[in-house]
């Protein structure tokens, strides 16, 4: 149980395209959902706090018009990276955290999406 | 934002030798986490620890919740060339809104020669 998807895994845009990433829990359902930006050979960074049907909590830091995140359900989460440019290029990983008793109380991570912006 | 001081930051040992790795943090937190990460992957839940003082098992992995609710421990015993990977701990200070953050250790990268 507590299964996170991702899609896609990766993804490679031109300079100003956005880019939707998914975020699914598939066995549970998530009422908060997380997202991480990681850079090579460093730790899991928190963006942001992803709950379902309100608005996200953003990292200071971290541009909420720049990453869109929308939680539409219960079980989807999405992250938009509008306008990317090559310094946005990373990985992207979620985690969803499932209701209290359904599993072990903490976070399920995804994946990852490995985005490259040219 | 706020790390752990997770230690050490690299190990390279022999197969079969035991290996050993903390994290300890100025701050409490009511949950400590152990995480595994391949490259090109997301974290893998190892062990969760929720009681000051528990000593929790996972196959040949071990870890432990300090008493003073600021550090943990992972244990890997008889390291197998799978075992290669990146540990990181994780810490969360309770629940409910923002206290369900996990703040992450630096990571423990662990090379094992077969």
């Known amino acids: 149980g507590a299964v996170v998807s991702q899609h896609p895994s990766w993804v490679i845009c031109k300079s100003g395209t956005s880019v939707k990433i998914e975020c699914r829990s598939l066995?549970?359902?998530?009422?908060?959902m997380f997202w991480y930006r990681q850079f090579p050979k460093q730790s899991l960074m928190l963006m942001a706090t992803?709950?379902?049907?309100?608005?996200?909590?953003?990292e200071q830091g971290v541009e909420k018009d720049k990453f869109l995140i929308n939680h539409a359900s219960l079980t989807l989460s999405t992250l938009t990276v509008t306008s990317a440019h090559p310094e946005d290029s990373s990985f992207y990983i979620c985690?969803?955290?499932?209701?209290?008793?359904?599993?072990?109380?903490?976070?399920?991570f995804g994946p990852g999406t490995r985005l490259l912006v040219l | 934002g706020q790390q752990l001081n997770q230690s050490p930051q690299s190990m390279f040992i022999q197969e079969g030798e035991d290996v050993s790795m903390n994290c300890t943090s100025s701050?409490?937190?009511?949950?400590w986490l152990w995480y595994k990460q391949d490259p090109g992957e997301g974290p893998v839940l190892l062990i969760a620890?929720?009681?000051?003082?528990e000593l929790t098992s996972n196959g040949r992995l071990t870890a432990q919740f300090g008493i003073t609710r600021k550090d943990s421990f992972l244990n890997i015993s008889a390291s197998i060339p799978s075992d290669v990977g990146i540990y990181f701990c994780?810490?969360?200070?309770?629940?409910?809104?923002?206290?369900?953050?996990?703040?992450f250790g630096k990571g423990t990268l662990l090379t094992v020669n077969p």
């Open positions: 985690s969803a955290r499932p209701p209290l008793g359904v599993t072990q109380e903490t976070q399920y």
């Open positions: 066995d549970f359902q998530a009422t908060t």
């Open positions: 992803s709950n379902e049907g309100s608005k996200a909590t953003y």
């Open positions: 701050s409490i937190f009511n949950t």
């Open positions: 620890l929720y009681k000051a003082g």
């Open positions: 994780a810490g969360q200070r309770g629940r409910g809104g923002s206290n369900y953050k996990l703040t």
